[in-house]
């Protein structure tokens, strides 16, 4: 008489538990996507923050020389001279 091997099977019970853990990952990545973003695109965008306040600070925050065209992201950040550079005093320089 021949045996039947059996192989390494899961059971249903398994299968169900991995199946909850999987979709509790996929509810904690929709409700806390800022954990899950590494893309540091706001540590860059401070960057370039900072870079205009320094270009601006050549002309003593001079309201005259505030445009979109020579300082886009303090512009689009702030919309005022007045708001920019009072981002831009609190700015220490190293």
């Known amino acids: 008489m021949r045996t039947k091997l059996k192989g390494v099977a899961l059971s249903i019970e398994?299968?169900?538990i991995i199946v909850i853990c999987a979709v509790v990952l996929v509810l904690i990545a929709l409700f806390f996507p800022s954990i899950f973003?590494?893309?540091?695109?706001?540590i860059i965008f401070q960057g370039d923050l900072e870079k205009e306040c320094l270009d601006w600070q050549k002309y003593d925050y001079d309201p005259a020389y505030f445009?979109?065209?020579f300082y886009p992201k303090l512009s689009a950040r702030f919309g005022d001279?007045?708001?920019a550079?009072?981002?831009c005093a609190t700015i220490s320089v190293k």
Do not use: K, L, M
């Open 37 to 42: 973003n590494f893309t540091g695109s706001e």
């Open 14 to 16: 398994t299968i169900i």
């Open 81 to 83: 001279a007045s708001a």
């Open 67 to 69: 445009s979109e065209d």
């Open 85 to 87: 550079r009072s981002y």
